[in-house]
């Protein structure tokens, strides 16, 4: 079945700081991968997608390069925020299923 | 994008009793998805619920304990059974954007203590 794997959290970085939160898939097919964000006290929102190999999904300063060759949708941004402190999910949707598959979240805290 | 309501955005539940939790769109969707968001941790997917048919539940989650209605396709709601804290969590309705895109909206979720 499908499944993402997340670094665990809670990431905790400086203002203007580099961010990288790794993830990788398991998962049939060529799914498609999301990046979605809970700020504190919200729901869930899509931060960007990539549909197929090596797309590049971008916003926000986020980026995340489908790269199927390692199975990985690793999130970037160059400089941080302190706006920025959420929890990220990674998920895939794809082989057969419906849904989408989350990994288990990563708490980003951004001290200014 | 949809915008989706869910009602109640929380509330505060007995042992034993039972809550039914509403979703509402502002848009005809073909696919709604429940999941279930325990403290701390990531999303669960209970079960997808498609106008006409039956729901589709995922291993671990049963229709006694979590029954499903989906009458029209903007409304559908979760009804969580004879709950106890276990079924403490935040319950999110959520359905499918553009086909060739895949990616799901959410609604705010609704938070549910059981004592």
């Known amino acids: 079945g499908n499944s993402v794997t997340q670094m665990e959290g809670p990431v905790t970085l400086s203002e203007e700081a580099f961010l990288t939160i790794n993830c990788t898939y398991t998962?049939?097919?060529?799914?498609?991968l999301f990046w979605y964000v809970q700020y504190p006290g919200e729901g869930l929102q899509l931060l960007l997608k990539?549909?197929?190999?090596?797309d590049k999904g971008s916003n926000k300063g986020f980026e995340a390069t489908y790269r199927k060759e390692t199975t990985s949708f690793h999130l970037e941004k160059g400089s941080v925020q302190v706006s920025d402190s959420a929890v990220y999910f990674c998920?895939?949707?794809?082989?057969?299923?419906?849904?989408?598959?989350f990994g288990k979240g990563t708490h980003l805290i951004i001290q200014p | 994008s949809a915008v989706i309501s869910q009602k109640p955005s929380r509330d505060i539940c007995q042992r034993g009793t039972s809550l039914t939790i509403q979703c509402q769109v502002d848009?005809?969707?073909?696919?709604m998805f429940w999941y279930r968001q325990q403290p701390g941790q990531s999303l669960t997917l209970i079960a997808t619920?498609?106008?006409?048919?039956?729901?589709?539940?995922e291993s671990g989650f049963v229709i006694d304990k979590f029954p499903i209605s989906r009458p029209n396709l903007t409304f559908s709601t979760l009804t969580v059974s004879n709950m106890s804290p276990e079924d403490s969590s935040i319950y999110l309705c959520?359905?499918?954007?553009?086909?060739?895109?895949?990616?799901?909206?959410f609604g705010e979720g609704s938070r549910l203590t059981v004592l």
């Open positions: 998962a049939t097919g060529y799914p498609s």
């Open positions: 848009s005809q969707v073909t696919m």
């Open positions: 959520s359905v499918l954007g553009g086909t060739l895109t895949g990616e799901l909206f």
């Open positions: 619920a498609n106008q006409g048919s039956e729901a589709t539940y």
């Open positions: 998920a895939l949707r794809g082989g057969g299923a419906d849904g989408l598959t």
């Open positions: 990539a549909t197929k190999a090596d």
